[in-house]
Structure formats: structure tokens, C-alpha cells
């Protein structure tokens, strides 16, 4: 019987190291022949369903050939601490552009524009709050503000409109109109199907998972051909807005704010430029929101060199791109706070 014994636990070890062995050569062949952009995962889910950011931690992030990482802090934040002790407090939500993709944080416009906030009222007064995520559009920019607003309790809520956020509404189930005659809103949630939740009960989104996909090639590579099986890209960008779209579109702004209006916040709404808009400026005019348009200031730049203001292999805004965001967007920021009622607010002479 112990010779037998002997025997079994002899096999499973030669099993187990062949396995491990197998596993090193693929890691080592993956590195040598098509080395993977080591991206970590920097979402979690929310019980409706929608993708937010991480509450804590950081996340490596390969995007072209920027690297470097991400820092989080609750709620669903980006940044490496929480702002929320400062005086007045201003809510940003946006998509992969306002969250600032490829880029450290310093370097992201939203940083960018917190830096000139300080250098005109002083640290500690204002604090822009980066809540965007990639991927997210205006129905899920919505959900946000409902789910979270009330315990982050903000001054001020800015909503920035990237390429893809309104493309998006009509196929996110978060929120669709009762009746084509009418502006009011149905809720519902993200499905989850059941391949997606056995990912979940073997750890994606655990930290071991987060250690694997940030550190192994093969992990990262299985990773992504579980994306593309799963979630296959595809790009709405310059898409036309159909009229049921922008319709979906009002409805979603104008329940927006409502909620602003009854927590006493004020709202503001930002294309931060990279697409145009024509229809957009008399939607939200007529649900009494404020605009401000950068498509008349940052489209002539980039047109005439995208490549300059774009992360190398990537369509997101590099350090020169974000920069050019933040400067067209600071004249309307400044003036919002100091028109909008900040009591506790006032320029340094």
C-alpha cells in the first residue's frame, strides 16, 4: 500500500511540475512573440449592474506606449486620495477621455483643471471629484449620480460628453422612455449572463486575479480573448444621433436635473471637444441646463494634426491633448464657480 501511495503522490508531482513547466514555456514564448499590454481591472460592478471604478487600490495600465498606474479611492474615484474634505466639492462624470485613459493622473485634464482651481481660490476649496470610467455613457453617467450623489453630497455636478456617450444610450438597459410621447423614464438593470457570473465566482475582480492579469502575459493574453469572445468592440464613433436617441438623450438630462434641483446642486454640461455636437446646445436649453461647447476651439487643433494630441496607438488624448481640453474649458469652470453661489468661495486677489 505505500509503495502504491508512493507511487500516486510521485505522479501528481510529475503532473504538477509538467503543468508548471508547460506554463513557464508558454509564459516565456507569449513575452518573446507577442508581448501583451499589461492593463488591470479597474471596474467593479454595482448591484444595477453598471461597470463603475475601483472604491480603493491601483491598477497598471498599458495603453500605446504610455504606462503607468491608476489610483483609486472611494467613491468609485479616481485619484490617489479622496477630496472630499475640501470646503466645496464638484461631482465629474464622463467617460474614458474625462477619466483620463493612458495617463497619470497629474497629466489628466480633470487634474489639470483642479490645479487651476487652486491656483485661483486656494488649496482646499474646491475639489473636482473624477468619477468617469471608460465605457460609461450618459444613461450609466445618470445612474451614478442616483446610486452615489447622495453620499458624496456634492456643490456642484459637471457632466463631460466624450465621442461615444449618447451612441451608447440606446443599447444600455438602464433606462428607456415609458412611451414615445413622453419624457419620463423606466428603470432597469445590467443583465449578467451566466458566463460572465462563473468569471466572477473564480475571481475576476479579486485581487489574485488583479496580481495574475498585471504580471503574466499568458494571463493577460487568455484575458483579452475572453473580452473579444465576450464583449467585441464596436465603434460608434461619428455615428449620427438619431431623433429617438436624442429624445432618450433629453430625457436622461432632464431627470438629471431634477435631481440637482432637488438636492440643491447645480448642473453643468461639457463637450470637452473631440466630436461635434449641433443638436445638442438646444436639447439641454430647452431642460434649462448649462452648456459649454470646446468642439469651436479644440476641433481646428486636432484636425489639422490628430497624431499630436493623441496617445501613440491609441485614440485617447495624450498629456498635449488633455492639456488642450483644460485650457479651452477653464474660462467656463472659473465662471461657473464664481457665478454659481459658492458661498465659502472667493478669488485670491
Known amino acids: 500500500m505505500k509503495g502504491k501511495a508512493g507511487r500516486l503522490t510521485a505522479g501528481c508531482a510529475l503532473v504538477v511540475c509538467s503543468l508548471i513547466a508547460c506554463l513557464v514555456l508558454a509564459e516565456i514564448g507569449v513575452r518573446l512573440f507577442s508581448p501583451q499590454p499589461m492593463n488591470g481591472s479597474v471596474y467593479e460592478n454595482t448591484p444595477r449592474g453598471y461597470a463603475v471604478n475601483k472604491s480603493k487600490g491601483t491598477v497598471l495600465f498599458s495603453i500605446g506606449a504610455n504606462k503607468g498606474i491608476y489610483h483609486f479611492t472611494s467613491p468609485h474615484l479616481r485619484g490617489i486620495s479622496s477630496s472630499q474634505v475640501a470646503e466645496e466639492r464638484i461631482l465629474v462624470l464622463g467617460d474614458s477621455f474625462t477619466f483620463g485613459a493612458g495617463l497619470p493622473e497629474e497629466d489628466t485634464y480633470v487634474s489639470r483643471l483642479q490645479k487651476k482651481i487652486e491656483a485661483t481660490f486656494g488649496v482646499g476649496r474646491v475639489a473636482l471629484l473624477n468619477a468617469a470610467s471608460g465605457g460609461s455613457g450618459t444613461a450609466e453617467h445618470l445612474a451614478f449620480l442616483e446610486d452615489f450623489g447622495g453620499d458624496i453630497a456634492p456643490r456642484a455636478v459637471v457632466v463631460f460628453i466624450g465621442t461615444n456617450d449618447f451612441s451608447s444610450v440606446e443599447?444600455?438597459?438602464?433606462?428607456?422612455?415609458?412611451?414615445?410621447?413622453?419624457?419620463?423614464?423606466?428603470?432597469?438593470?445590467?443583465?449578467?449572463?451566466?458566463?460572465?457570473?462563473?468569471?466572477?465566482?473564480?475571481?475576476?475582480?479579486?485581487?489574485?486575479?488583479?496580481?495574475?492579469?498585471?504580471?503574466?502575459?499568458?494571463?493577460?493574453?487568455?484575458?483579452?480573448?475572453?473580452?473579444?469572445?465576450?464583449?467585441?468592440?464596436?465603434?460608434?464613433?461619428?455615428?449620427?444621433?438619431?431623433?429617438?436617441?436624442?429624445?432618450?438623450?433629453?430625457?436622461?438630462?432632464?431627470?438629471?436635473?431634477?435631481?440637482?434641483?432637488?438636492?440643491?446642486?447645480?448642473?453643468?454640461?461639457?463637450?470637452?471637444?473631440?466630436?461635434?455636437?449641433?443638436?445638442?446646445?438646444?436639447?439641454?436649453?430647452?431642460?434649462?441646463?448649462?452648456?459649454?461647447?470646446?468642439?469651436?476651439?479644440?476641433?481646428?487643433?486636432?484636425?489639422?494634426?490628430?497624431?499630436?494630441?493623441?496617445?501613440?496607438?491609441?485614440?485617447?488624448?495624450?498629456?498635449?491633448?488633455?492639456?488642450?481640453?483644460?485650457?479651452?474649458?477653464?474660462?467656463?469652470?472659473?465662471?461657473?464657480?464664481?457665478?454659481?453661489?459658492?458661498?465659502?468661495?472667493?478669488?485670491?486677489?
Open 171 to 349: 443599447r444600455s438597459p438602464l433606462y428607456r422612455l415609458r412611451r414615445t410621447d413622453t419624457l419620463e423614464l423606466d428603470e432597469g438593470t445590467v443583465p449578467t449572463n451566466e458566463s460572465i457570473r462563473l468569471l466572477h465566482r473564480i475571481g475576476v475582480g479579486s485581487e489574485i486575479y488583479n496580481f495574475l492579469i498585471q504580471h503574466l502575459h499568458i494571463a493577460q493574453l487568455i484575458r483579452r480573448a475572453v473580452i473579444v469572445a465576450y464583449f467585441p468592440y464596436e465603434s460608434r464613433s461619428g455615428t449620427p444621433i438619431s431623433s429617438d436617441q436624442q429624445r432618450l438623450v433629453r430625457a436622461i438630462f432632464k431627470r438629471m436635473k431634477t435631481w440637482c434641483d432637488v438636492h440643491g446642486v447645480k448642473l453643468a454640461v461639457i463637450n470637452n471637444g473631440w466630436r461635434m455636437y449641433d443638436w445638442l446646445p438646444e436639447l439641454l436649453a430647452s431642460e434649462n441646463i448649462t452648456f459649454f461647447d470646446a468642439a469651436s476651439q479644440i476641433q481646428p487643433v486636432i484636425t489639422r494634426d490628430m497624431a499630436a494630441y493623441t496617445i501613440l496607438g491609441d485614440r485617447h488624448p495624450n498629456t498635449k491633448g488633455a492639456m488642450l481640453v483644460a485650457d479651452a474649458v477653464w474660462p467656463f469652470i472659473q465662471t461657473f464657480i464664481n457665478e454659481g453661489n459658492f458661498d465659502k468661495v472667493h478669488s485670491q486677489p
